[in-house]
T-cell receptor, first 120, second 111 residues
Framework: GAVVSQHPSWVICKSGTSVKIECRSLDFQATTMFWYRQFPKQSLMLMATSNEGSKATYEQGVEKDKFLINHASLTLSTLTVTSAHPEDSSFYIC????????????????FGPGTRLTVL | GENVEQHPSTLSVQEGDSAVIKCTYSDSASNYFPWYKQELGKRPQLIIDIRSNVGEKKDQRIAVTLNKTAKHFSLHITETQPEDSAVYFCAATGRGYKLSFGAGTTVTVRA
């Protein structure tokens, strides 16, 4: 259980175009999803927190108008990289935090397999 | 926000020896400390975690220790095997379940 998928797994686009990445929790509901970016040989950097039914919260230095996040349902969050440039080329990973029932306690997030974005 | 520092950045060990990775964190409110193993091009894989009300946790060859007073936590891998070669990340969670990751340690196990 607790499977998170991402689509596409890799994408190549031209500079100036927009790319949408989907993150889905397949067998659980997630009120909160996180989006991370990982450059080669570096750590995961949190970009934003996506909450179902409300606006995303962006980390300092992340442009909200460039990285559009939509969390329209309890199983789907999307990240759209608008007007992509070569410096946006990176590995984008989402994670999902499960909706907890009463008295349930967990700290575990479940990661998607990542999306490799290459901007030419 | 939370700041997690991780050392060493690279670690080479002989097969069968132990590997130790150390992390420190800055936010005293952090209460959950997971460790992840990541292979090239793959998602981070949770290998062990510890909550702030526990000092030590062990799962077969892997153990984690936590010193809340000093804000230190460490990963110990015993009897290392070639398949343990990967990048390992420590992380800390504070408010809002947001994970702050360390910079990573590249572990190489020499056969």
């Amino acid at each position: 259980g607790a499977v998170v998928s991402q689509h596409p797994s890799w994408v190549i686009c031209k500079s100036g175009t927009s790319v949408k990445i989907e993150c889905r929790s397949l067998d659980f509901q997630a009120t909160t999803m996180f989006w991370y970016r990982q450059f080669p040989k570096q750590s995961l950097m949190l970009m934003a927190t996506s909450n179902e039914g409300s606006k995303a919260t962006y980390e300092q230095g992340v442009e909200k108008d460039k990285f559009l996040i939509n969390h329209a349902s309890l199983t789907l969050s999307t990240l759209t990289v608008t007007s992509a440039h070569p410096e946006d080329s990176s590995f984008y990973i989402c994670s999902a935090f499960p909706l907890l029932l009463a008295r349930e306690v967990t700290d575990t997030q479940y990661f998607g397999p990542g999306t490799r974005l290459t901007v030419l | 926000g939370e700041n997690v520092e991780q050392h060493p950045s690279t670690l080479s060990v002989q097969e069968g020896d132990s590997a130790v990775i150390k992390c420190t964190y800055s936010d005293s409110a952090s209460n959950y400390f997971p460790w992840y193993k990541q292979e090239l091009g793959k998602r981070p894989q949770l290998i062990i975690d510890i909550r702030s009300n526990v000092g030590e946790k062990k799962d077969q060859r892997i153990a984690v220790t936590l010193n809340k007073t000093a804000k230190h936590f460490s990963l110990h891998i015993t009897e290392t095997q070639p398949e343990d070669s990967a990048v390992y990340f420590c992380a800390a969670t504070g408010r809002g379940y947001k994970l702050s990751f360390g910079a990573g340690t590249t572990v190489t196990v020499r056969a």
